[in-house]
């Protein structure tokens, strides 16, 4: 079992930028599969970006490609989510989480089975 707690959400201007950070519980970090979420208000909670077990591998969402880059420090049980060039639409609660899962598209939240509280970002025009 793995526990998450996302920080470095906070309010910014357009074009800003902004470290979350997801830290992890547990000895066994590494083995987990690591997916950033985010859920605007009225909105489905939907993905934003993943990194594989090992950091060599990391996706994501169309919306964010070129603006945002995931990283992780498995010494640290510790994933990044750089975030450049914010844009109002933006503005959202971020959630990581965490599978084991070694199957799967990692793009769908029910593919996760461990959740953070959450880190609201909001982005101001």
């Known amino acids: 079992q793995v526990q998450l707690v996302e920080s470095g959400g906070g309010l910014v201007q357009a074009g800003d930028s902004l470290r979350l950070s997801c830290a992890a519980s547990?000895?066994?970090?590494?083995?987990?599969?690591i997916g950033w979420f985010r859920q605007a208000p009225g909105k489905e909670r939907e993905f934003v970006a993943g990194?594989?077990?090992?950091?060599?591998?990391?996706y994501y969402a169309d919306s964010v490609k070129g603006r945002f880059t995931i990283s992780r420090d498995n010494a640290k049980n510790t994933v990044y989510l750089q975030m450049n060039s914010l844009k109002p639409e933006d503005t959202a609660v971020y959630y990581c989480?965490?599978?084991?899962?070694?199957?799967?598209?990692?793009?769908?939240?029910?593919?996760?089975?461990?959740w953070g509280q959450g880190t609201q970002v909001t982005v101001s025009s």
């Open positions: 989480a965490a599978t084991q899962t070694r199957w799967g598209t990692f793009r769908a939240a029910n593919e996760y089975d461990y």
């Open positions: 547990g000895r066994t970090f590494s083995n987990y599969h």
């Open positions: 990194i594989n077990w090992s950091g060599r591998s990391s």
